[in-house]
């Protein structure tokens, strides 16, 4: 890899700031002072910018409990945004697995890894998702068929997928859908003329939110749990 690119990949600086670093003699490579942004960099190198040794960030697998009122975007004038929850380098290399609504809770995943989000959150593949959810009304027991057979959505030109109701308590149930469309979940509620008053993301997949993650915190997701997701 070119100097000035690994510079980029670790520092998030531009190619042409990475490339006046090096000709300011600010960079050495292996204890070298190198002035070449050409020059080749292999894994084994050890690369130091202004005094600092760099290291390549690789692809990112988070799971975060996002708490209600953050917003799932990178950046907002009147909202506080999931990022400023994280506290890692490049944050703003990475993204969100599709979004939670601001007032959800529950399950974000996060990463820089956009075939791999892309994957989670395509039609194609139909990941589930389940949520908690609390109504303003009584949940009826017909609403078990009725979303197994698909809701017609205002707006909306095909019913959505099987979904799958778990009725808890009368205003609580478990809602397990296998696509992601606009307020999906309080879209569907809404249909049949109930009021999503809470709604938490408990499940993508196979993986669950862990329950010793509380509200505002993440960690990396393992191998092993990156499997569960599919």
Not at 24 to 43: C, F, M
Not at 199 to 225: N, V
Request: aromatic content about 6%; some cysteine; glycine content about 8%.
């Amino acid at each position: 890899m070119r100097l000035d690119k690994y510079i980029c990949d670790c520092t998030g600086l531009t190619r042409s700031q990475a490339g006046k670093s090096v000709r300011q003699g600010l960079v050495t490579i292996n204890g070298e002072l190198v002035k070449q942004a050409a020059r080749q960099v292999s894994d084994s190198d050890t690369v130091i910018l202004d005094g600092n040794e760099l290291q390549l960030v690789g692809l990112r697998y988070f799971m975060l409990h996002k708490p209600a009122g953050f917003l799932c975007a990178n950046e907002d004038a009147e909202h506080q945004t999931v990022f400023e929850l994280l506290d890692e380098p490049l944050v703003e290399r990475l993204h969100t697995v599709g979004r939670l609504d601001l007032d959800t809770t529950g399950l974000l995943l996060i990463t820089d890894d956009g075939q791999w989000s892309h994957r989670l959150t395509s039609p194609k593949h139909h990941v589930p998702k389940t949520y908690r959810v609390w109504t303003a009304d009584p949940i009826p027991t017909e609403a078990i068929s009725q979303f197994a057979e698909g809701i017609m959505l205002r707006g909306e030109k095909d019913p959505t997928k099987p979904a799958e109701l778990e009725i808890v308590a009368e205003h609580e149930a478990l809602l397990t859908i296998h696509e992601g469309r606009y307020h999906q979940v309080k879209r569907m509620f809404a249909a049949i003329g109930n009021k999503v008053e809470q709604l938490h993301r408990e499940r993508i997949g196979g993986l669950q939110l862990p329950a010793d993650l509380a509200e505002g915190e993440y960690r990396a997701i393992s191998p092993d749990e990156l499997a569960l997701l599919y």
